[in-house]
């Protein structure tokens, strides 16, 4: 192990824990319990375990999606022994300078998530960074107020998913959503006869401006809300979904090239 990259006490315990305020997802926020970055160290050395780290992740992926990416800026930080996230305070992140030190690696290609309850001067952070950022089908269609999820807004620069890991399933979406807001999104993006809304929210991101569009399996495959990757800010249950030999038929493939 390599204690030195982590903010930890002469102990080796956690000085400090990582975790996100409340939010949409949780009114005590989420305390995830895993110790945080030493960043004066990381400075220090150049960010060389970064760099390592990211030039391996090169090889191994086309593409690489950096979560909370919003703390590249400012990062929750959580005092450790803490019951839940709500005693935590905005910390300074790394900022540019480690965005610097891998944009020369080779074959790294970034996307930024940029979720959540975003103040000013995180946007603009994440805006300065030029990495594509994401827009979530599932945020876009609320019947009480203008979504900048919604497809016709994107810039090219983005990503697209139906919902990520930690959303219910397009069809579970479909089935919990409020009747205004299946309205709104049957309205909108058109729905054909036998086509299916969750099959709709897939051609409405297929057929934006996005550079990238990204649909969980369980989505192609029609899967309801109890094939659920994770329910944030919830310590059981999560990450269990396992797509079953045979589901992906030829048939499937032929719908999907459809679209």
């Known amino acids: ?26 009114e005590l926020g989420q305390h995830w ?58 910390e300074p992140g790394p900022g540019a300078a480690l965005l610097e030190a891998l944009r020369p690696i080779e074959g790294l290609s970034l ?8 103040d000013d001067a995180a946007r603009d952070f994440i805006a300065e960074s030029g990495l594509p950022g994401m827009k979530v089908l599932q945020f876009a269609f609320d019947s009480r107020e203008p979504s900048d999820y919604l497809p016709h807004t994107y810039p090219r620069n983005c990503v697209c998913y139906t919902g990520t890991h930690d959303n219910t399933t397009a069809a579970g979406w479909c089935a919990e959503a409020s009747g205004p807001d299946v309205a709104m ?10 086509e299916g809304l969750a099959w709709a ?44 030999p045979g589901a992906a038929s030829p048939a499937l493939a032929q719908r999907i090239a459809r679209y």
């Not at 999104?185 to 036998?194: C, N, S, T």
């Open 185 to 194: 999104a049957r309205q909108y993006l058109g729905v054909r006869e036998g």
């Open 33 to 90: 319990g895993n110790p945080l970055y030493d960043w004066d160290y990381h400075r220090r050395t150049g960010f060389a375990w970064w760099k390592r780290r990211c030039a391996h992740m090169a090889r191994l992926y086309d593409v690489v999606r950096i979560d909370h990416f919003r703390a590249f800026h400012t990062y929750w930080s959580i005092p450790s022994g803490s019951q839940d996230a709500r005693t935590g305070h905005w």
């Open 111 to 118: 996307i930024a998530e940029d979720l959540g309850d975003l």
């Open 201 to 244: 929210m897939i051609r409405g991101g297929m057929g934006s401006v996005a550079d990238l569009f990204i649909a969980q399996m369980q989505d192609y495959l029609g899967l309801g809300a109890e094939a659920r990757m994770n329910q944030p800010g919830t310590t059981a249950g999560n990450w269990r979904w396992r797509m079953a």
């Open 1 to 26: 192990g390599e204690p030195r990259l982590f903010q930890l006490d002469e102990d080796l315990t956690l000085s400090a824990e990582a975790g996100v305020p409340p939010d949409a997802f949780s």
